[in-house]
């Protein structure tokens, strides 16, 4: 029973282009969250999101980023024009319909270094 | 949002027991959790305790909460090399996103 798969598990992007990470929710998952963690940070929620459907983005910057989890396939963290300060780890995690109260199952993160 | 804050560094030697802090604003937080970071890793689940509890354990994992000074603390028994790790206290309340500390690099030396 594979857990949250994300990939790529390191992107290097230049300056100016686009960085898209990818989440697999564990099977039967229906919840999806993405995190964002800088360096020497904790993690700071982004977005929630349900298929097809975003219930939250309150912790998205405003430009450049947008995240969409369809129907089929997983769920995408896109980071257009890609700057410095956009480096840092984008963990996923995701929970079942119900949602448990017993903390979220964690991906292994995505390491975004621009360059 | 909540703040939570916790000392950035924790050295003890193999054996010993470990005691990691948490401090936290928000005391409509309603589930407060550990989480473990490996190098490279992602985060693990450690353990949880809800805001009604003021103890919770788990074989070598001890969870004190005092709601009166909103402070949670880890307990490890007997500390060995492989629980070296960042380890995150984070809240939150019935709805969906957490709040996370900084993290606590614990250091076990032989």
């Known amino acids: 029973n594979a857990g949250v798969m994300q990939n790529p598990r390191h992107l290097v992007r230049r300056r100016g282009q686009e960085a898209r990470l990818r989440c697999s929710p564990v099977k039967g998952h229906s919840h999806v969250y993405w995190y964002r963690q800088l360096p020497e940070e904790g993690l700071k929620f982004m977005v929630y999101l349900q298929k097809e459907n975003i219930i939250d983005e309150s912790g998205m910057p405003k430009e450049r980023f947008s995240a969409e989890f369809p129907k089929e396939g997983p769920s995408i963290l896109r980071i257009q024009q890609v700057v410095r300060g956009d480096s840092a780890a984008y963990f996923c995690?995701?929970?079942?319909?119900?949602?448990?109260?017993?903390?979220?199952?964690f991906g292994s993160g995505t390491r975004l270094t621009v360059v | 949002g909540e703040d939570v804050e916790q000392s950035l560094f924790l050295s003890v030697r193999e054996g010993d027991s470990s005691v990691i802090n948490c401090t936290y604003t928000?005391?409509?937080?309603?589930?407060l959790y550990w989480y473990k970071q490996e190098p490279g890793a992602g985060l693990q689940l450690l353990t949880y305790i809800f805001s009604n509890m003021d103890m919770k354990q788990d074989q070598r994992l001890t969870v004190l909460l005092n709601k009166k000074d909103k402070h949670l603390s880890l307990r490890i028994a007997d500390t060995q090399t492989g629980d070296s790790a960042i380890y995150f206290c984070a809240g939150g309340d019935s709805g969906y996103a957490l709040n996370f500390g900084k993290g606590t690099s614990l250091l076990v030396t032989p």
């Open positions: 995690a995701s929970s079942p319909p119900t949602r448990s109260d017993y903390g979220y199952t």
């Open positions: 928000d005391s409509s937080s309603t589930y």
